[in-house]
Structure formats: C-alpha cells, structure tokens
Nanobody, 115 residues
Framework: QVQLVESGGGLVQPGESLRLSCAVS????????MAWYRQTPGKQRDLVASITRGGSTTYADSVKGRFTISRDNAKNTVYLEMNTLKPEDTAVYYCNAVLSNTAHWGQGTQVTVSS
C-alpha cells in the first residue's frame, strides 16, 4: 500500500519561500504521475502543479512563474518549490499520486503566509 507523507509547511511572510516534500513509501515513485493540491476551509481541493512519470509539468495560472514541481525518483520524493509567496497561497497542501486511475493522498501540510 503506497503511503505519502508531506513535510516542509510552516508560517512565512509574504515574499518568502518554502519547499514542500512528499516522501513516497510502499511503492516505486517512478510508476506514478504526481501532483500537489491545496485546500482552504469551505472550499474544494484545487490542483496546484502536476508532474508526469516522464517529467512533464503543468501549473495553475495563479502559481505559474513562482512555484516549481520536481521529482527525484531515486529518493522516492516529490518537491514543490514555492517562491514569492502571497497571503492567498495560505492553505493545506496535499500530495497526490495516481496510477491506473487510482489516486492516493497524503495527510497534508499547512502553509500560512502572513505578515
């Protein structure tokens, strides 16, 4: 059973940076298409960025040019580098892994951007 564990969240000021990590265990990362989602209270979970098994990436318009998703298959880890953070980036960030139309989720990590 694949397990995803996110880390790296925290409280930062506007304009600062954070790097989120998603460690995958119980399976091999290279099998999966991966993504980061985020959710605020009372709202749906939205796609932030995705990366295919082949390394192709997509981003939500709101984070293009500021966020970078990457994967290190040797370390079984996916990253989300977040720069120039804004208060509207405040959310719980979730790691997502998809294989054969089956999705797996981590427990989430809180990111708060506030002065």
């Amino acid at each position: 059973q694949v397990q995803l564990v996110e880390s790296g969240g925290g409280l930062v000021q506007p304009g600062e940076s954070l790097r989120l990590s998603c460690a995958v265990s119980g399976s091999i990362l290279s099998f999966y298409n991966m993504a980061w989602y985020r959710q605020t209270p009372g709202k749906q979970r939205d796609l932030v960025a995705s990366i295919t098994r082949g390394g192709s990436t997509t981003y939500a318009d709101s984070v293009k040019g500021r966020f970078t998703i990457s994967r290190d298959n040797a370390k079984n880890t996916v990253y989300l580098e977040m720069n120039t953070l804004k208060p509207e980036d405040t959310a719980v960030y979730y790691c997502n892994a998809v294989l054969s139309n089956t999705a797996h989720w981590g427990q989430g990590t809180q990111v708060t951007v506030s002065s």
